[in-house]
């Protein structure tokens, strides 16, 4: 681990983070983090989504069981519109 900072909560429950983390790993305005607390311990971990190629195993993987059990686009459809609905 690199340099330490300090920072403060505000009143409104914002952390900054201090400009030379954020410049060192790359952080910009709207990222994501996981935060993990135990006892006086707070940890920021950096969401980075996947890329979308990341998913087209999945995807094939998914297609294919639809497939084979007969699954129809228009079954999908119809699911999306009952949970909708349901609402």
Known sequence: ??????????????????????????LKAGAQFVVVAEHDVVIFKVLNPPALREFAPLVAKARKAAKRSGLRQADIATAISTVRRAR
């Open 1 to 26: 681990m690199n340099a330490a900072a300090t920072t403060t909560l505000s009143s409104k429950g914002q952390v900054v983070i201090p400009e030379e983390i954020r410049e060192r790993l790359g």
